[in-house]
Structure formats: structure tokens, C-alpha cells
């Protein structure tokens, strides 16, 4: 995952690999830590860099549009509250993507 350095106005940019230290941090720089926990965080780098490997794209380091296209919830419970009466994060899989699997309940979802 690359972070962009841009220059002045139609200046030159310069492109930045990150780490996932630096990924996790990058919310906390714009103060963006509470959009997903620590360890949801780390879970999203590691989301976004297997889409970079699978599809051969590159993605660019946007904390901002990250937390409008994804969100965290701590359960099952607290995503019906915000999508209605789903049953179960199998169903939740047939609309969107859902990366789960690294802490008990929580789970994060591409919005839809």
C-alpha cells in the first residue's frame, strides 16, 4: 500500500510504501481512531493488501475515504441496528464483503 506525498499546485507527487504499523498509525494521525479498532485495523491492511496482490492494482493511502467506504461493528446486534434484520454475517457475505475473524465478534463490512 502506497501513501502520496503531493507537491504544490500541479506539483510533482512522490508514492511511499507503508507498512502495516504505519497503515495502523495513519488513523491515529488523522485522528481517525475511533472509526476502527486497533486490531480491525491491521485486519483492513491486511484486506487491502491481499486485493493489491489478487488484482495487480496499486492502492493509494486514504484514511478519510477508507472510513466512508468501510465500517466496524462489535456484533451481529450493533450492524441490525444500522442495516436492518439480517441473520447471520453468511447473509451479510451475499451483499458485500465482510473481514472478520479477528476478534471474537467484531467484523468490518464494505458499506453498502
Known sequence: MRKVHKGGVG???MKETVNEYQFVSAFDDMNRS???SRTGRF???EY???LE???G???ELDVIAICCEFTEFENL???QESYGDWETIEEIETQTTV???YDEDRFIIRDF
Open 11 to 13: 506539483g510533482p507527487t
Open 34 to 36: 475511533e472509526a476502527f
Open 43 to 45: 485486519a483492513l491492511y
Open 48 to 50: 487491502l493488501t491481499d
Open 53 to 55: 496482490e489478487d488484482c
Open 57 to 59: 492494482i496499486e492502492l
Open 77 to 79: 446486534e450493533e450492524f
Open 99 to 101: 473481514i472478520g475473524g
